[in-house]
T-cell receptor
């Protein structure tokens, strides 16, 4: 079993919808949680990061961490066609530099 | 440059040949990482350099893989006697010493072993 599980999709939603992306994990040592966005043929770019449990909001994006359930989410409000990409969750124990990534969810926003 | 630069962007090589992949990190970034991205497998950590410290090589899959970082800047990932299972996108990332998780990734080298 992988340490981080992520539904690969693909996920297609109409423009303007709210998108929910999720990951589950098994390693209780994970403290730092990140979401990356990756466009085709490009490297991943950091969208959000949070430490421990709680919510963090940045514009149309909200990241949630529930450590008790070992479950993290990324919500995208008012989704746009430019949000079409692969979204990767990543996480790391405190003080450890190596990130463990999910396999990514491919998202398509339909105009 | 403004971003992390990787070369070549694409590499096709014959099984058994050696390949070198290059990474130019963002100027001033002290930490440099190599990851491998295979279809359906997500990103797999390979190696991490931080300043003058000994690199963390714990992710290298076999002794055919090696990496070096010269002068605290450019890094080269070498794969000897390539195998078909080495086919993947090899991604390099760098960050400053003061921002723990703000990796900046390059666009990667797409390696195909035929």
């Amino acid at each position: 079993q992988k340490e981080v599980e992520q539904d690969p999709g693909p996920l297609s939603v109409p423009e303007g919808a709210i998108v929910s992306l999720n990951c589950t994990y098994s390693n209780s040592a994970f403290q730092y949680f990140m979401w990356y966005r990756q466009y085709s043929r490009k490297g991943p770019e950091l969208l959000m990061y949070t430490y421990s449990s709680g919510n963090k909001e940045d514009g149309r994006f909200t990241a949630q961490v529930d450590k008790s359930s070992k479950y993290i989410s990324l919500f995208i409000r008012d989704s746009q066609p430019s949000d079409s990409a692969t979204y990767l969750c990543a996480m790391s124990p405190f003080g450890n530099e190596k990130l463990t990534f999910g396999t990514g969810t491919r998202l398509t926003i339909i105009p | 440059g403004a971003g992390v630069s990787q070369s070549p962007s694409n590499k096709v090589t014959e099984k058994g040949k050696d390949v070198e992949l290059r990474c130019d990190p963002i100027s001033g970034h002290t930490a440099l990482y190599w990851y491998r991205q295979s279809l359906g497998q997500g990103l797999e950590f390979l190696i991490y350099f931080q300043g003058n410290s000994a690199p963390d090589k714990s992710g290298l899959p076999s002794d055919r893989f090696s990496a070096e970082r010269t002068g605290g800047s450019v890094s080269t990932l070498t794969i000897q006697r390539t195998q078909q299972e080495d086919s993947a996108v090899y991604l390099c990332a760098s960050r400053t010493g003061t921002v723990n998780y703000g990796y900046t990734f390059g666009s990667g080298t797409r390696l195909t072993v035929v």
